[in-house]
């Protein structure tokens, strides 16, 4: 069989099938929508979608292949009831074709129930756009019907800045090219941080293509970029993730600020709100609106859970548009709705609230707070009164912050360990201690003494958080830190012996740190070795009921702590006495020995 006759086959018997690969919110692994992928015959040197493509393109048949690939991956993507936005690729010369049936992508999107406004059209770059005129004129064409456009691999194609500026897509796709080893390029890693800064300036969102290993997805997330897709995030396939399941096993640690105790969560911020369902009409909600005027939002509940989101603005924009009441006025609105709202659990701290809501791709006045435990509906949260319990709560820290690392005092230090006994709780308590800081400090003069503290205290704030989680500055070289996983604080105080052990000769001269500690008199005038510093950190597992406050926990703490400071160089001490038990250092010592 010849190839004209393989795509003949192909394109009059429809022998395609579809893929998906997810888009991902950075943030917290969200499915935000995919890419439709074709492919062929499995059984056809056309298989490969560039062969397919190159095959119609030689045979002046590309506009035929196209619409069909549209046909089939929407039908598809409908079938699958896939959620977020669909991103359909064509190429821009298909977009300019003359043989274009206008309409059909519309009617494709009827006949599959699909909102134009969840359609992204994605244009890759196969050959170099000539009249960017026309190609402007095309583009505002499919925006009037209500798609957005998606300009791909941004840095691998012909002209891809000039066609950003000049078509100002929605969306820009990074060409792997930038993504793969970016944890081991500092020039990507510049590079994406500036498409990323232009992006926020223009209000377009980044799209990182490729990321297929966990070092990848931790440097892209860290450098603000807000979506996703690669191996290491899913492969594509004919039956797609639709949940961030995926995303609790491969996503990295997330770092966050360590704030005091968890007075404030999201539950406080709820505001009633009338709701929507996917169903009732588009007239229906219009009129709400227009009989509401104070009325900003109204979240979409189906089943007791909320599915999308309508604003005011967006609706009303919509409905003012040309022919809009006659085409879609008896239409259900989850053709209409943003499927993407922000999903706030009512038990979040606030802190932890505002860290979601910066790192969030869309910034908005609203977010939906729902229940922790089963996801349903509770309420509406603002902005604005998020920002308001916040100024409150950091007023309070400020007050009691200590003035060198900026780190909570005393004051929050204590608040925290009650609260966390009030909760009955486990959790774990580690009193760190630098040892021969005294003499380090008199004799290199109380800069370089704050540059150890500093250095101490950027160490500790490196440390994966998890809710409830803390850290303190009792003063001077001594810190706190809290632990809610009993499992995890093991680790996490030795790795901060070896962080810091690694570091310690950076803060000596070139002949101290040779000899290994500064030689000074003692208070007799007798010369005495003091070796270089090292960290001693005492450990001390709470279970509910074995301490009435926090005065108790502070004086076991102090006194594993000198059990650990007995031992040479860097040291881990664990207590291992009930709180009843009498005697000091009856413990499990772990010692560490000093690196470097």
Known sequence: ???????????????????????????????????????????????????????????????????????????????????????????????????????????????????????????????????????????????????????????????????????????????????????????????????????????????????????????????????????????????????????????????????????????????????????????????????????HCLPVVDGGRPVGIVRRHELLMLYSQRFTRELHDRSPLRYFMRVDPLLVPADQPLEELSETITAHWQVDQEFVIVDAQTGDYLGMGWLVELLRKLTKLQLHYARYANPLTQLPGNVPINEHLDLLLREAKPFTVAYCDVDHFKPFNDHYGYARGDRVIRALSDLMRRLPKRPGDFVGHVGGDDFILVFTEEEDWRAQCEWLLDAFAAQVGDFYDDGDRAAGGVALPDRQGKPHFFPLLSLSIGVVPIDPGTFDSHLDIAQRASEVKRCAKRQAGNALFVDRRLASDQGLCIADPMPISRLG
Not at 275 to 292: G, I, M
């Open 1 to 295: 069989m010849s190839s004209c006759q393989t795509l003949d086959h192909i394109i009059a018997g429809g022998d395609l099938h579809a893929l998906f690969q997810p888009i991902v919110d950075m943030r917290d692994g969200a499915v935000r929508g995919y890419e439709g992928l074709i492919r062929g015959p499995s059984d056809s040197p056309w298989h490969a979608p560039q062969k397919l493509l190159a095959e119609a393109r030689r045979q002046g048949r590309l506009f035929e292949l196209d619409v069909l690939c549209r046909e089939v991956i929407l039908q598809q993507f409908a079938h699958l009831e896939l959620q977020g936005k669909l991103f359909l690729n064509v190429t821009p010369d298909v977009l300019l074709d003359r043989k274009a049936i206008h309409g059909v992508t519309l009617r494709f999107l009827k006949e599959a129930g699909i909102a134009p406004e969840r359609v992204v059209i994605e244009l890759t770059e196969q050959e170099p756009i000539v009249d960017y005129s026309i190609m402007r004129e095309a583009v505002r064409h499919y925006r009037d019907m209500g798609f957005s456009i998606a300009l791909d691999d941004l840095g691998a194609g012909y002209s891809s800045l000039r066609h950003w500026s000049e078509l100002q897509p929605e969306y820009v796709k990074i060409d792997m090219h930038f993504v793969q080893n970016v944890d081991r390029d500092d020039v990507k890693r510049q590079f994406l941080r500036s498409i990323n800064e232009i992006a926020h300036g223009l209000g377009t969102r980044i799209i990182a293509e490729g990321i297929e290993t966990a070092e990848e997805y931790d440097v892209i997330r860290h450098l603000g970029i807000p979506l996703g897709q690669g191996y290491h995030i899913a492969r594509p396939a004919a039956q797609p993730a639709q949940t961030q399941e995926w995303h609790r096993s491969k996503r990295p640690a997330k770092e966050q600020a360590w704030f005091p105790a968890r007075r404030s969560r999201a539950e406080e911020l709820i505001r009633p709100n009338p709701v929507a369902t996917p169903n009732q009409t588009l007239a229906e909600t219009v009129e709400r609106f227009q009989a509401s005027p104070d009325l």
